[in-house]
């Protein structure tokens, strides 16, 4: 299973429709019209701040489209992307859950036992948070699955929150060059 894959089992039509338009934007090389629809998620993925810096990335390099679906998903609220040296990720974590309708006691209490880091490291706490959590969503049939991308920014995390059984299927059958599964 690839990002895409992940992608049409979670998007609208719709949302599947734009996510098509925007790839095949790249695939044209019609840079500043991708940038013009998508600028949150090059932001997200490349941290450039205009278009003439994309446009200078562009003219090098090419998006990758996983990663450009992964921020996608993102984007439209179906999980959060964050960096790899998250200072306190309880806040977004803790917003993404009220969107969600998850913000449960439980959910509650597990966000605010201590502040939730990432380091790129063995001394951060973010996968303990994730996996304290996966326990409480599990009985709901729900699931956090975290991917890092490998290509952009070390240690940049896409958080989705999935049915159980998608979670697993994408953990059992994962295929990309791009994002490595972190915790499924």
Known sequence: MKMMDLANQLLSPAEQTELRESLDLLERGEASEFYERNQVVVHK??????????????????LDGECVCAAFLCEKGYGLQVGGYEEDLTEPLTDFFEKQGLASPEVREILSREVIFTDCGDFDNFKDAVTD?????????????????????????????????????????????????YIS
């Open 45 to 62: 993925l490349l941290f450039l701040q205009d278009e003439a810096e994309f446009l200078d990335f562009s003219a090098q390099d090419r």
């Open 133 to 181: 959590l996966n326990q409480v969503l599990e009985p709901r049939g729900l699931r956090l699955a975290v991917w890092e991308d490998c290509l952009y920014c070390d240690c940049e995390y896409t958080i989705l929150l999935l049915e159980k059984s998608l979670a697993e299927q994408a953990a059992a059958s994962w295929q990309s060059e791009s994002l490595e599964r």
